[in-house]
């Protein structure tokens, strides 16, 4: 019933369509959501992954998960992230991947909603210290579309990786195009 109510609300009154799929049987990966200019972007992605039947997840810290947020924040596919004990981020959050048996972390490289001229890298280390693929995912207000790429496995080659990656957001206009990331 759910599925439906987000079926007709995101296809009929919003005009949108998802292009692509993700593999069911990738229970675990890095999806790289590109570009990130609005909020605008977080119910597209509840959208997407209320569609498609996916679970999709996000990670923030610990606090955000204490009484009375906590559940709804579970409920959203989010997972805390707990830094003690002298871990990094990218650490911590490879530690999750090593505990759950489904974990499709969403992360945006650009780190910001503002312009920005350097992307991220913790998604990369991420995946390769999880050895899980990177998913590139694009919300497209141009073409009024979520696409969803084929996975890539990180090689080690941060470079060449992401030049692979970024053949997938050419041409992509987020809801502010001026604020979005660009690839040269």
Same mark, same amino acid.
């Given at each position: 019933m759910?599925?439906?109510?987000y079926?007709?609300?995101?296809? $009929?009154?919003? +005009?949108?369509k998802?292009v692509? !799929? %993700?593999?069911s049987?990738?229970?675990k990966c890095?999806?790289?959501? @590109?570009?990130?200019?609005?909020?605008h972007?977080f119910?597209?992605?509840v959208?997407?992954?209320?569609?498609t039947?996916?679970?999709m997840?996000?990670?923030?810290?610990?606090e955000?998960?204490?009484f009375?947020?906590?559940?709804?924040?579970r409920y959203?596919?989010?997972?805390?992230?707990? $830094?003690?004990? +002298?871990?990094?981020?990218?650490? !911590? %959050?490879?530690?999750i991947?090593e505990?759950?048996?489904?974990?499709? @972390?969403?992360v945006?490289p650009?780190?910001?909603?503002k312009?920005?001229?350097?992307?991220?890298?913790?998604?990369?280390y991420?995946?390769l210290?999880?050895?899980?693929p990177?998913i590139p995912l694009?919300?497209?207000?141009g073409k009024?579309?979520?696409?969803?790429?084929?996975?890539?496995?990180?090689?080690?080659?941060?470079?060449?990786?992401?030049? %692979?990656?970024?053949?997938?957001?050419?041409?992509?206009?987020?809801k502010?195009p001026?604020?979005?990331?660009?690839?040269?």
């Amino acid at each position: 019933m759910k599925k439906q109510f987000y079926k007709w609300i995101f296809f $009929r009154l919003m +005009g949108w369509k998802i292009v692509g !799929s %993700i593999d069911s049987d990738i229970k675990k990966c890095v999806l790289m959501v @590109l570009p990130h200019t609005s909020a605008h972007d977080f119910y597209l992605g509840v959208f997407t992954r209320g569609i498609t039947g996916l679970e999709m997840n996000w990670v923030g810290k610990k606090e955000l998960f204490r009484f009375p947020f906590g559940f709804y924040h579970r409920y959203m596919g989010g997972e805390p992230l707990d $830094r003690s004990g +002298g871990l990094n981020k990218v650490d !911590s %959050i490879a530690a999750i991947f090593e505990k759950k048996e489904i974990f499709r @972390l969403a992360v945006a490289p650009e780190g910001t909603r503002k312009t920005t001229k350097d992307l991220k890298t913790g998604f990369y280390y991420i995946a390769l210290k999880a050895n899980v693929p990177i998913i590139p995912l694009a919300f497209d207000f141009g073409k009024k579309e979520v696409n969803l790429g084929k996975p890539v496995y990180p090689t080690g080659n941060l470079e060449f990786d992401l030049n %692979i990656l970024k053949k997938h957001f050419l041409g992509v206009k987020g809801k502010i195009p001026e604020n979005g990331f660009f690839f040269s």
